[in-house]
């Protein structure tokens, strides 16, 4: 059976600070790992990586797989209100194959 | 979200009876997703269709039904109704020339069994 696990599984933090929130899977041929920013709706997609070691970045946020140790890292620096919000991380096996964990509950304070 | 509308947005229903649920998608995407959320759980999949009236079961069908008689059109039917089928019910769209962009998610339903 395929597995996510999230941590930590929830943070508080001030405005301004950085943030690391992790994720390990065990996923049958694997393929990729997506993360995705769930506010309070719909989840919204960030990144997708394929390959090992190869750093993705959009603005402030930052994602690196590590296909060896089964873990990706999804950084935030300079953290803003609007950043709080659920991540979660998405391991896929194939289209069909895309299992979810339960998220990291990231809530930014003024 | 653009392209992507689920309806209803809220239900309430009763113990027992049938419930359809609607996902309507504009971008002619290959594939669809029926997700249900839970507290602890996370997004889990409960059907999937990869084209037009080719479905197949994920994780967690039992007690629902699926059909896409369309392209645009993805329906989730839980047959009867249970409490433990209230939940939060998103639709999900991808296709194969924008994998790079991951899932669509539609807005969801909020499903309240009674």
């Known amino acids: 059976e395929d597995k996510v696990v999230q941590s930590p599984l929830s943070l508080v933090v001030h405005e301004g600070d950085t943030v690391t929130l992790n994720c390990s899977y065990e996923v049958t041929n694997f393929r990729s790992l997506l993360w995705y920013k769930q506010e309070k709706k719909a989840p919204t997609f960030l990144f997708m990586l394929t390959s090992s070691g190869i750093e993705k970045k959009s603005g402030r946020l930052s994602n690196i797989l590590d296909k060896k140790e089964l873990s990706s890292i999804l950084n935030i620096t300079a953290t803003q209100t609007g950043d709080s919000a659920i991540y979660l991380c998405a391991p896929s096996g194939g289209y069909q194959k895309v299992t979810f964990g339960t998220g990291t509950k990231l809530q930014v304070i003024p | 979200d653009a392209g992507i509308t689920q309806s209803p947005r809220h239900k309430v229903t009763e113990t027992g009876t049938p419930v359809t649920l609607r996902c309507h998608q504009t971008e002619n995407h290959r594939y669809m997703y029926w997700y249900r959320q839970d507290p602890g759980h996370g997004l889990r999949l409960i059907h999937y269709?990869?084209?037009?009236?080719?479905?197949d079961k994920g994780e967690v069908s039992d007690g629902y039904s699926v059909s896409r008689s369309k392209t645009e059109d993805f329906l989730l039917t839980l047959e009867s109704a249970t409490s433990s089928q209230t939940s939060v019910y998103f639709c999900?769209?991808?296709?194969?020339?924008?994998?790079?962009?991951?899932?669509?998610f539609g807005s969801g339903t909020r499903l309240t069994v009674v």
């Open positions: 269709s990869y084209g037009v009236k080719d479905t």
């Open positions: 999900a769209i991808s296709d194969v020339d924008r994998i790079n962009y991951g899932y669509t």
